[in-house]
C-alpha cells in the first residue's frame, strides 16, 4: 500500500458544481496533512493546512478523518480557475523533515 | 509567497557533464528542500537542509550533492548527470516553528 495514495481523475465537473477528493495515508500517527494546488508546469502552491479535524477558506473546505485514515477536499461551487491537479500532502511527524506526497487528482471544471 | 527563486529555470545538458542548480530565498527561513517531479510519482526528496552546513539525505539522493554555506542558497548538484535525472526540480523552503512548506517555480532539466 503505498504510504498516501489519490484518485488520479480526471474530474470533470461543470461550473458551480461540488466536487470532493480523498486522500489515504497509511501511517495512523500521522499529524499534519496538506492540500496544495499545482497547475501545468508550475510549482505546488498551498491551499489549505489541516491540524485537526478540519478547516475551511470559502469555497473549499478540507476534513480530516483519523478513524479512517484519509483527507478530503470539497470544493464548492466550481469556477473555471479551479482546474488544476490537487496534491495531498502529509508530514507523518511534525516537525521532521519527511513529508509524504500523493500523485495528485486531476479536476477539469467545465464552462 | 516562498519567496524562492531558481535558476536556471530550464537547462539541456549531456550525460556525464555536471550540473549545478540554484535555490535563493529572499526569506531567513531555516529548512530548505529539494524535491523531484517525475510523471507517476509524487514528489521525492532528494536533499533537505535544517541550516548552513547541515543537510541531509532524502529518499531518492543517489548522484545528488548540496551545499548550503549561506541561509539564503540552497545548491543542488548533480555530479555525473544522466538521463535518469530528466526530471522537474523544485526547491521548497519552511519556517521554523511551522509546517508549511512553499515552492520555487522549478527547474526542468533535460539530461541527453
Known amino acids: 500500500r503505498k504510504e498516501v495514495e489519490q484518485d488520479p481523475g480526471p474530474f470533470n465537473v461543470p461550473e458551480g458544481a461540488t466536487v470532493a477528493f480523498n486522500c489515504t495515508y497509511s501511517n495512523s500517527a500521522s499529524q499534519s496533512f496538506f492540500w496544495y494546488r499545482q497547475d501545468c508546469r508550475k510549482e505546488p502552491k498551498l491551499l489549505m493546512s489541516?491540524?485537526?479535524s478540519g478547516n475551511e477558506d470559502g469555497r473549499f473546505t478540507a476534513q480530516l478523518n483519523r478513524a479512517s485514515q484519509y483527507i478530503s477536499l470539497l470544493i464548492r461551487d466550481s469556477k473555471l480557475s479551479d482546474s488544476a491537479t490537487y496534491l495531498c500532502?502529509?508530514?507523518?511527524?511534525?516537525?521532521?523533515?519527511?513529508?509524504?506526497f500523493g500523485t495528485g487528482t486531476r479536476l477539469k471544471v467545465l464552462a | 509567497d516562498a519567496g524562492i527563486t531558481q535558476s536556471p529555470r530550464h537547462k539541456v545538458t549531456e550525460t556525464g557533464t555536471p550540473v549545478t542548480l540554484r535555490c535563493h530565498q529572499t526569506e531567513n527561513h531555516r529548512y530548505m528542500y529539494w524535491y523531484r517531479q517525475d510523471p507517476g510519482h509524487g514528489l521525492r526528496l532528494i536533499h533537505y537542509?535544517?541550516?548552513?552546513?547541515?543537510?541531509d539525505k532524502g529518499e531518492v539522493s543517489d548522484g545528488y550533492s548540496v551545499s548550503r554555506s549561506k541561509t539564503e542558497d540552497f545548491l543542488l548538484t548533480l555530479e555525473s548527470a544522466t538521463s535518469s535525472q530528466t526530471s522537474v526540480y523544485f526547491c521548497?523552503?519552511?519556517?521554523?516553528?511551522?509546517?508549511?512548506?512553499?515552492f520555487g517555480p522549478g527547474t526542468r532539466l533535460t539530461v541527453t
Open positions: 500532502v502529509v508530514n507523518p511527524t511534525s516537525g521532521t523533515y519527511k513529508y509524504i
Open positions: 489541516v491540524y485537526s
Open positions: 537542509s535544517y541550516g548552513v552546513k547541515d543537510t
Open positions: 521548497a523552503n519552511r519556517q521554523a516553528g511551522t509546517y508549511e512548506q512553499y
